[in-house]
Nanobody, 119 residues
């Protein structure tokens, strides 16, 4: 059974940094796209950053130049380095992966990790 396990969330003061991790476990052949989304209370889940299997990245305008998405394919792990955090970055952050298992692609979500930025 495939699982995505996230870690690294927490409480930080404005201007601080956090690094989120998301590790896929189970019978995985390969990981295609990875992405991080976030959802604040009462709002929809929005894309924060995405990285393709080839390493191309794209970011939401609100996090450009502050957040960096990366991946370690050998460890089946994706990361989101968040710097210069602002109170408006407060949300539950979810990782998402497209995994290839037995020649088919499947979509998986992590359980979510809370990030709270105090002013």
């Amino acid at each position: 059974q495939v699982q995505l396990v996230e870690s690294g969330g927490g409480l930080v003061q404005a201007g601080g940094s956090l690094r989120l991790s998301c590790t896929a476990s189970g019978s995985i052949f390969s990981i295609n796209d990875m992405a991080w989304y976030r959802q604040a209370p009462g709002k929809q889940r929005d894309l924060v950053a995405r990285i393709t299997s080839g390493g191309s990245t794209n970011y939401a305008d609100s996090v450009k130049d502050r957040f960096t998405i990366s991946r370690d394919n050998a460890k089946n792990t994706g990361y989101l380095q968040m710097n210069s955090l602002k109170p408006e970055d407060t949300a539950v952050y979810y990782c998402h992966m497209i995994l290839t298992i037995s020649t088919y692609d499947y979509s998986y979500w992590g359980q979510g990790t809370q990030v709270t930025v105090s002013s």
